[in-house]
């Protein structure tokens, strides 16, 4: 990661803490800032600098403390505070949900390294990692090929979500007061309340936030395969929400509000509002996606859901 991604993303920090109240009044010591944005203090210095610079926070006789109100516009665009094979990995996604693609469908690196912005080797990079998951392949002097999924193969992945979250949502409600998670849900939170108000024009946006959220529960966990394994849940979960366009709006605005009740649940730090919480927003989240796979029936789905419930309840 370059040093001045490590700084962008540091100054967005720093504006979400102002924007949400966590900074406000007088700012703390040049260390307290460093343990809480968990960066050096070069990069708390260089952070400072520019939002005095900025007037987002002003500075007399040694004293720091909050200036003019953060806006949008303050922030660092999002391709200018990620790492290249993030920021291609996001991109692919963003390609993938925004479009009609079907199994059978092309994938051309040339293309696709023009289209996002990037060079052809790092969109290959990407590519080659994301096969492991045998959900594209690459076939020789043709490109690659994006080959889709079976039912059995998405409930398979569903089951691992499951486990895989229950435990985390647990693990985040232990974390100290001190934890930089606490501070980065209650910026979620806020994220959510603006994107709720902003819903009719903006409803698209959802994907992107529901996977920061999830992300964010899971990093409570030290286990380094989950954010490996959510890159495939990315792909599966929100690519084929978006396969069914009728309903988007409404998906997506209860989904919404079931993350809100999911982060009062976690605020609350009560293991059975936090497992009753999260295992009713994934109940949701399994039903969607089966309703879009297609073949979808109903019958079929209840069989399904009855003999998820038995191991469900040993994985508590």
């Known amino acids: ?6 700084y962008k993303k540091a100054f967005n920090r720093a504006a979400n803490m102002l924007r949400d109240g966590q900074l406000a009044g007088e700012l703390p010591s040049e260390n307290e800032l460093r343990r809480r944005m968990c960066v050096s203090r070069t990069t708390v210095r260089k952070v400072l600098r520019e939002l005095v610079h900025r007037e987002l926070v002003t500075e007399r006789h040694g004293l720091r403390s909050t200036g003019r109100p953060v806006s949008d516009n303050d922030y660092y665009p999002d391709a200018e505070t990620t790492p290249r094979a993030k920021h291609v990995e996001q991109q692919f996604m963003e390609w993938m949900l925004r479009g009609d693609t079907r199994p059978g469908t092309s994938i051309n690196e040339l293309e696709l390294a023009r289209q996002f912005g990037v060079a052809t080797n790092g969109i290959r990079e990407f590519l080659i990692r994301f096969s492991r998951f045998g959900l594209i392949e690459k076939r020789p002097n043709t490109g690659w090929l994006f080959k889709g999924f079976t039912e059995d193969f998405a409930l398979e992945l569903f089951e691992i979500r499951v486990m895989f979250e229950l435990r985390s ?3 985040f409600s232990l974390q100290p007061d001190s934890s930089p998670l606490w501070s980065k849900l209650a910026a979620l939170k ?12 903006r409803f698209h946006d959802f994907s992107g936030l529901d996977n920061r959220f999830h992300r964010l529960i899971n990093e409570a966990s030290p ?9 495939i849940i990315t792909f599966i979960f929100h690519y084929h929400y978006q396969w069914n366009k009728q309903d988007e709006k409404q998906r997506n605005l209860a989904a919404i509000h079931e993350h809100i009740a999911y982060i009062d649940a976690l605020e609350s730090r009560n293991s059975t509002r936090i497992e009753v ?20 029936d109903e019958n079929e789905h209840q069989c399904i859901t009855k003999d998820l419930r038995p191991w469900e309840a040993n994985s508590a």
């Open 190 to 201: 806020m994220a959510h309340a603006d994107l709720l108000e902003r819903i009719e024009g």
């Open 223 to 231: 286990n380094r395969f989950i954010d490996d394994f959510y890159d």
């Open 277 to 296: 919480a999260c295992r009713a927003h994934l109940a949701s989240a399994r039903e969607t996606l089966m309703r879009s796979l297609t073949g979808f």
């Open 1 to 6: 990661m370059r040093t001045d991604t490590v």
């Open 169 to 171: 949502a647990q693990l």
